[in-house]
């Protein structure tokens, strides 16, 4: 995301007011929400011009945004103890900061956060971005900043509350530098601990990047509840991995009725790379929705982009067209079972192994494909070369399914029941099949020309030339063609 404040650009990879009944109107359950972050103004920033960032109150006047972060509380520690929270040309500290502080006095923001908390909106506070001091020294630091962060954004009382008598929906982490993760647990457990027995729900979300894992937020994800996460699929050269994200919710989260959304550029400028149109964002949101449980819905950065892009928010959520939820918000943490229990469980169970060739290091695997090793059987969760059954414990490609007998098992010589990894000798037609190009965005199952080969794209992807990826390549190679059959990009 982007941090941006009153003058400069920076680039970087919920409701009191209307009553509790209005609250509940937000769904954290359902596979179509929307959230966009407010408060940077970053289209003014990237394009120099006026317009972009309207009053926050213009983006609740229908139904299409569900979530609205604001954007950023960027420096934990500054002036008289209390940190900074800067909204750019909307709200910051350069323009009427409490006396002896540096943090912004926003209190005429405070109608339109409870206007668009009365039409079922949650608001939240975004910590950090991509500048900033957003680090703890101690866990005790921690729980003496979440305090803080209560009493002048959630459910406390101070006499610096940036909004006043609004109160937000809860805290969002946005943390993308700092010199250390020391802290973040502790700082969401006493949010929760603030949280428990309040007259309304407040949330706690997490913007990490697509990266797995991610450099600032892992240690905090693995180890608190979160009920939405809001993945960064941009300005990354691989910014498509949902399927990791999919696995980390139900394997490895706190809650694991955590939310996982797309998170995309709202226009071209709003990121380095990463943007697509509201319609192939759709069809990108639709098939994910179809695969994984763990859909959210779509994330923005950010409403001043979304408003001047011909109004994307409205675009992308008629693009994704309507999901579904259970109505509930709850937040359904387990326990994680030791690595023996586990796989005691797992030894118990025989599974037939006929036919089931035996697991090779040099075969691609893909999706409910079946292998056999060390005596088991497995079968792999995704796309999948030279992961060995068994040797992840943290984010396992392969489901064990139990022990098989020697006498039902292929013979190891014979090449595994898998995807064939490509060889120069397979041929496929090229016939109407475009070049590949590098400004092309391409979805899976869509075909380019490279090279002489024809290739197929597994998932989204930009910019990433065929072959160019061994280690979880986006494209796979049908095969050679002849150049009479490929059809030429035009100049």
Request: with cysteine; aromatic share 10%.
């Amino acid at each position: 995301m982007v941090f941006t404040p009153s003058k400069s650009l920076f680039s970087g990879c919920l409701i009191l007011g209307a009553g509790l009944l209005q609250a509940k109107a937000f769904d954290n359950s359902r596979t179509d929400n929307l959230a966009v972050y407010y408060g940077q103004n970053s289209y003014n920033a990237a394009n120099g011009g006026s317009g972009g960032q309207k009053s926050l109150s213009t983006f609740c006047e229908d139904d299409t945004i569900n979530v609205i972060p604001l954007a950023f509380l960027n420096n934990f520690h500054s002036t008289g103890g209390l940190p900074e929270f800067d909204m750019a040309s909307t709200c910051s500290s350069s323009g009427n900061p409490f006396p002896g502080t540096s943090l912004a006095n926003c209190q005429s923001l405070a109608d339109d956060i409870k206007t668009c908390q009365a039409k079922g909106k949650i608001i939240t506070v975004s910590l950090g971005g991509a500048i900033g001091d957003t680090s703890f020294s101690s866990n005790s630091q921690a729980e003496a900043f979440a305090d803080t962060i209560w009493n002048l954004f959630l459910g406390g009382t101070s006499s610096t509350r940036p909004f006043g008598s609004a109160v937000l929906d809860g805290i969002d982490l946005d943390i993308e530098g700092g010199t250390s993760a020391v802290g973040y647990a502790a700082f969401v457990n006493r949010i929760r601990s603030h949280a428990e027995g309040a007259n309304k729900k407040y949330y706690v979300t997490a913007a990490p990047q697509c990266v797995f894992p991610d450099a600032h937020l892992t240690d905090v994800l693995n180890s608190v509840a979160f009920d939405a996460v809001y993945v960064q699929n941009y300005d990354n050269p691989n910014a498509w991995n949902f399927n990791v994200w999919d696995n980390w919710a139900k394997t490895k989260a706190v809650n694991k009725n955590v939310k996982i959304y797309i998170g995309a550029p709202a226009s071209s400028t709003a990121a380095g790379s990463g943007y697509v149109s509201a319609a192939t964002l759709g069809k990108i949101a639709k098939e994910t929705r179809s695969k994984y449980s763990s859909f959210g819905g779509v994330m923005l950065w950010d409403a001043s982009q979304a408003y001047a892009n011909g109004h994307f928010d409205k675009q992308i959520k008629s693009a994704m067209g309507s999901g579904s939820g259970s109505g509930s918000s709850s937040v359904t943490t387990t326990k994680k079972a030791s690595s023996t229990s586990a796989t005691s469980t797992a030894t118990t169970k025989a599974e037939s192994c006929n036919g089931v060739s035996a697991w090779k290091a040099t075969a691609t695997y893909t999706a409910s494909q079946k292998a056999t090793y060390n005596g088991h059987l497995w079968t792999a969760k995704w796309w999948t070369a030279g992961e060995t059954p068994g040797s992840d414990s943290d984010a396992p490609v392969w489901v064990d399914n139990g022990a098989c007998t020697a006498a039902t098992q292929k013979a190891s010589s014979t090449s595994a029941k898998a995807a064939p990894t490509p060889t120069a000798t397979k041929t496929g037609s090229c016939n109407g099949v475009s070049a590949w190009k590098a400004t092309a965005t391409y979805t899976a199952s869509q075909k380019a020309t490279y090279n002489g080969h024809l290739w197929t794209a597994k998932w989204w992807t930009v910019g990433e030339a065929p072959g160019t990826d061994s280690d979880a390549p986006v494209w796979a190679d049908n095969g050679a063609c002849t150049n009479s059959r490929i059809q030429r990009r035009r100049l």
